[in-house]
């Protein structure tokens, strides 16, 4: 069953791509289309800049954003000047980016946009709960380049991955990459309570005691943990890490002779890498995130920039069994006509 009936059963989803040309866009584009005659108000932004003709880093052409009318968009005011469609102007925000101030608008008519939203995930967080004045159901956010950080459950609900031969021409790499990420995302969440205290420290490492008490352990950043002369599991093996998630961290805690709980902010902040991850978790470690996510479902692109096209159903066979997840090829999926009705 194609999965654009679950978006609108969420506040906000976020739409990001795995790597440039793995059909961001066109997922984007398949979502917008058949949500038309959705009776749910939608809104639609970008972190960051998306949607230009031209791709301003291969200088190729790339798929636009279509807006259907009654859609509510955010983009700044010199994109708003160059939109395509007609549209009224709900409101100008005082948050400022470097294309001016960020317009809401709602499209009178269908046609096309350049979004260009908050460039960091606190401003999109922001944006999407200040749409709730306009009685918007689902914010979607468009995601830049591999701007994981974007789909942090901290920001938007849940999301859509697309990935794609950009990402690796050899279909087992491809699904080992993209299973990587997906566990990423579905990391257990720790209980309601702990999440709260732990949202507050915003640097360093901590120690977390069988009372779920809290100790700063004076390291700043994982880099300098092995400069402490202090031992760091002297209040137990759970350690929550406010910040990044090196390798170096992970290869530190993974000597421990006991299992590691290792607690961090949420998945954008793993640059681990996947040997490193699945050593930790197969030495006995877990790691948890603060908060819960949910990946709809994965499209696919088998075109590769270069012109090599890898065998579609293979893949969407090779992920789907790995991932246990609807996998779609929206290109195939926009050839029926019949699909892009939308159904309650």
């Not at 639609?44 to 968009?73: A, C, M, N, W, Y």
């Not at 939203?117 to 995601?143: A, E, F, H």
């Not at 030495?283 to 096209?309: D, R």
């Amino acid at each position: 069953m194609p999965f654009v009936k679950d978006v609108v059963t969420h506040k906000s989803i976020s739409v990001v791509g795995l790597e440039k040309n793995t059909g961001k866009t066109e997922t984007l584009n398949y979502v917008l289309k058949r949500l038309r005659t959705s009776q749910k108000q939608i809104a639609i932004t970008s972190i960051g800049l998306d949607g230009e003709r031209i791709d301003s880093v291969t200088q190729t052409q790339k798929p636009e954003i279509v807006v259907s009318k009654g859609v509510i968009f955010v983009t700044s005011e010199k994109h708003f000047f160059e939109k395509r469609l007609t549209a009224e102007i709900l409101d100008v925000s005082n948050h400022r980016t470097a294309m001016g101030r960020l317009v809401i608008a709602k499209a009178l008519s269908e046609g096309k946009v350049i979004l260009s939203g908050p460039s960091d995930t606190v401003g999109v967080r922001k944006l999407i709960s200040n749409l709730s004045k306009w009685d918007v159901d689902t914010t979607i956010v468009d995601g830049a380049l591999s701007r994981l950080s974007l789909a942090s459950p901290a920001v938007t609900d849940a999301m859509i991955l697309a990935t794609g031969a950009a990402l690796s021409a050899n279909i087992p790499q491809l699904v080992r990459k993209t299973l990587f990420v997906k566990q990423l995302i579905e990391l257990e969440p720790v209980d309601a309570e702990l999440s709260e205290q732990l949202q507050a420290l915003k640097s360093g490492i901590w120690a977390i005691d069988k009372e779920n008490r809290l100790h700063d352990l004076d390291i700043q950043s994982v880099f300098m943990i092995d400069k402490s002369e202090r031992d760091i599991f002297e209040f137990g093996t759970r350690l929550y890490v406010a910040g990044a998630v090196s390798d170096k961290l992970i290869n530190c805690l993974r000597t421990h002779k006991r299992p590691v709980e290792l607690i961090i902010h949420d998945f954008s902040k793993v640059f681990a890498s996947q040997l490193n991850f699945d050593a930790f978790l197969q030495g006995g470690n877990t790691m948890k995130s603060l908060f819960k996510n949910k990946l709809i479902a994965v499209t696919i692109n088998p075109l590769a920039p270069n012109g090599l096209m890898l065998n579609t159903e293979t893949l969407q066979k090779a992920l789907e069994e790995e991932l246990n997840i609807p996998v779609y090829d929206v290109m195939e999926l926009q050839k029926d006509d019949s699909s892009l009705k939308f159904r309650e």
